[in-house]
């Protein structure tokens, strides 16, 4: 299946806010078109924005040190136009912006920072610009490269806790199964021996004294129920789906046994545990019908 064309990678780090910040772009784009300026500035100017843009929606796909090719790239584009364009500082701004996804480190960032805007400074001094047409530009450079540091590692805690958060629920998971393993094999394991035993010697009085006999196959079924009690109890929390859930296990169940069925769900609200409670009953109720009723519907 052929994919969709973006500008951005699908990430909600990343949102759509990239789109406003291309404001910051417009005095650069639009100055050349509404001043009295020659038709080579209208035409660099434009090319320059055309440039500037693939390489800017290009970085938002780049991590680690190739992202040292657009930084590199889009301050080019600023040194290139700062002499006659003093609106060009503010590629040094998007050029910065990108610092803090070149690398982990937080002082990486800072020394790419630091030298954006130390590139800014020297040529503004070197074609002896006014202060006042690149100051703002060094500013902003280091106020945004700052806030952008910090929002890269927002996003990397923010990171790190949700793989945390997803690792404790696996071990919860992990611990409830086990728990659960546990219950069942100690009340499983301890009836099934204690029938055995039972059986055992009923059969043996069987023949010598029926009476025993039948007293211990009433007591097999009495702790089986109870076995079957208590591991209902340890499952309960754990397999109920629902009461809807268990109609359609029902419906399923009957219907390959070769039975009509026929539900009728009413508008009735259950609690989870009366719910746990009614499924129960219906798949006791169904197991009993498979098994003795010979019911066709």
């Given at each position: 299946m052929r994919g969709t064309f973006r500008l951005l990678p699908r990430d909600p780090q990343i949102g759509w806010t990239p789109f406003a910040w291309l404001i910051y772009l417009v005095p650069f784009a639009v100055a050349p078109l509404v001043v009295d300026a020659s038709t080579i500035h209208r035409v660099s100017a434009l090319v320059a924005t055309a440039v500037f843009l693939a390489l800017y929606f290009a970085g938002f796909w780049m991590r680690g040190w190739r992202l040292l090719s657009i930084i590199a790239a889009i301050t080019m584009i600023g040194c290139v136009f700062l002499p006659t364009h003093p609106g060009a500082a503010v590629f040094f701004i998007y050029a910065a912006s990108f610092a803090p996804w070149v690398d982990k480190k937080t002082r990486t960032a800072v020394g790419i920072i630091a030298a954006t805007s130390a590139v800014l400074i020297v040529e503004a001094l070197a074609v002896s610009l006014p202060l006042m047409l690149w100051a703002w530009g060094v500013v902003f450079t280091i106020l945004v490269g700052a806030l952008n540091i910090h929002h890269a590692q927002t996003i990397q805690m923010n990171r790190k806790l949700r793989m945390a958060?997803?690792?404790?629920?696996?071990?919860?998971?992990?611990?409830?199964?086990?728990?659960?393993?546990?219950?069942?094999?100690?009340?499983?394991?301890?009836?099934?021996?204690?029938?055995?035993?039972?059986?055992?010697?009923?059969?043996?009085?069987?023949?010598?004294?029926?009476?025993?006999?039948?007293?211990?196959?009433?007591?097999?079924?009495?702790?089986?129920?109870?076995?079957?009690?208590?591991v209902r109890s340890a499952i309960s929390g754990y397999r109920a789906a629902g009461l809807d859930r268990e109609l359609q296990d029902a419906r399923n169940v009957l219907t390959t046994a070769g039975m009509t069925v026929e539900i009728a769900r009413g508008a009735s609200s259950f609690t989870a545990s009366e719910e746990a409670v009614l499924s129960l009953a219906i798949r006791e109720a169904v197991t009993n019908v498979v098994r003795h009723s010979r019911a066709s519907h």
């Open positions: 958060q997803h690792e404790i629920e696996h071990l919860a998971k992990v611990a409830e199964r086990e728990r659960i393993a546990r219950d069942l094999h100690d009340v499983v394991g301890h009836t099934l021996s204690l029938i055995v035993l039972k059986s055992e010697l009923a059969s043996k009085l069987a023949d010598r004294d029926p009476a025993r006999a039948a007293a211990e196959i009433r007591d097999v079924e009495r702790v089986a129920r109870d076995a079957l009690a208590e």
